[in-house]
């Protein structure tokens, strides 16, 4: 049984100061759960500072974007070759980096082929706006962004790679009033693991891991992680609160536990 993988995004928000006394709460009230796997996400500042002080019985860390190219003269960038070892996932074409910094979906391709290049995982975001859902394109927005994204991996490579749906027109910061209901997510994530099986096999698309991330708080997760092919969470801004975070966790747990007495 595959664990439950939430991925708290901390965005562009804490100094290294910050950082260190959210990281000591969440180390305190986030217990050791083998059934789920809590993955932080720093700024590029504070990843190193945040690795050093972890506990990584708990936490393992991811990267918020990178550069596809390894190295060179491309000032300001950090490569998913620099980013080895310290952490073992990345986002990857996370709404706010389509949107705000007009990441087509070639660039994203070639972060995706960069990260598992370098060993890291990569979560591949995708995900609608509300004019394209309005427009009933939700279907080939997604098949798009999956099809380029992972065109360039083998089926293992695939098999290894985390899918978060990301729906644009639920996410507060971009205007959302309603969260999805869990029809609209469990339409999605069936439709993402079908483009999956159509490209590599139904056996890879049973592999892959497909978590959910648009407004998490608390009270959802056991709505979202009752959907049938869900595998976890992606929240943003619960994951800067060390109550709401730890609850997110803890709820992940108790769900599992419940799936498996049921």
């Given at each position: 049984?595959?664990?439950?993988?939430?991925?708290?995004?901390?965005?562009?928000?804490?100094?290294?100061?910050?950082?260190?006394?959210?990281?000591?709460?969440?180390?305190?009230?986030?217990?050791?759960?083998?059934?789920?796997?809590?993955?932080?996400?720093?700024?590029?500042?504070?990843?190193?500072?945040?690795?050093?002080?972890?506990?990584?019985?708990?936490?393992?860390?991811?990267?918020?974007?990178?550069?596809?190219?390894?190295?060179?003269?491309?000032?300001?960038?950090?490569?998913?070759?620099?980013?080895?070892?310290?952490?073992q996932y990345a986002l990857i074409g996370h709404s706010e980096r389509r949107i705000h910094f007009n990441e087509s979906l070639e660039l994203i391709r070639d972060k995706v082929q960069a990260a598992?290049?370098?060993?890291?995982?990569?979560?591949?975001?995708?995900?609608?706006?509300?004019?394209?859902?309005?427009?009933?394109?939700?279907?080939?927005?997604?098949?798009?962004?999956?099809?380029?994204?992972?065109?360039?991996?083998?089926?293992?490579?695939?098999?290894?790679?985390?899918?978060?749906?990301?729906?644009?027109?639920?996410?507060?910061?971009?205007?959302?009033?309603?969260?999805?209901?869990?029809?609209?997510?469990?339409?999605?994530?069936?439709?993402?693991?079908?483009?999956?099986?159509?490209?590599?096999?139904?056996?890879?698309?049973?592999?892959?891991?497909?978590?959910?991330?648009?407004?998490?708080?608390?009270?959802?997760?056991?709505?979202?992680?009752?959907?049938?092919?869900?595998?976890?969470?992606?929240?943003?801004?619960?994951?800067?609160?060390?109550?709401?975070?730890?609850?997110?966790?803890?709820?992940?747990?108790?769900?599992?536990?419940?799936?498996?007495?049921?």
């Amino acid at each position: 049984m595959k664990k439950i993988l939430i991925v708290g995004n901390w965005k562009m928000n804490l100094n290294v100061q910050q950082a260190s006394l959210l990281v000591h709460k969440l180390n305190q009230l986030i217990a050791v759960h083998r059934d789920v796997e809590v993955v932080l996400t720093p700024s590029f500042l504070t990843l190193q500072p945040v690795s050093q002080e972890i506990d990584h019985r708990k936490f393992r860390l991811a990267a918020q974007d990178g550069y596809p190219i390894d190295e060179g003269g491309y000032t300001g960038a950090v490569s998913f070759s620099m980013l080895q070892g310290l952490v073992q996932y990345a986002l990857i074409g996370h709404s706010e980096r389509r949107i705000h910094f007009n990441e087509s979906l070639e660039l994203i391709r070639d972060k995706v082929q960069a990260a598992v290049r370098n060993g890291i995982v990569p979560v591949l975001c995708v995900g609608e706006t509300m004019q394209e859902r309005l427009e009933g394109q939700t279907r080939l927005v997604i098949h798009d962004q999956i099809t380029t994204a992972l065109s360039n991996l083998t089926d293992d490579e695939v098999a290894k790679v985390v899918i978060a749906y990301e729906p644009i027109w639920a996410i507060k910061s971009f205007g959302g009033t309603k969260p999805a209901t869990p029809e609209d997510i469990q339409k999605a994530v069936s439709w993402i693991r079908s483009v999956v099986t159509d490209l590599y096999g139904a056996k890879t698309a049973q592999a892959i891991r497909v978590i959910y991330g648009a407004s998490v708080e608390p009270d959802f997760v056991a709505g979202i992680l009752n959907i049938e092919g869900v595998d976890g969470l992606l929240p943003g801004s619960a994951s800067l609160n060390y109550h709401e975070f730890s609850k997110i966790v803890e709820k992940a747990h108790a769900v599992n536990l419940e799936q498996k007495r049921g």
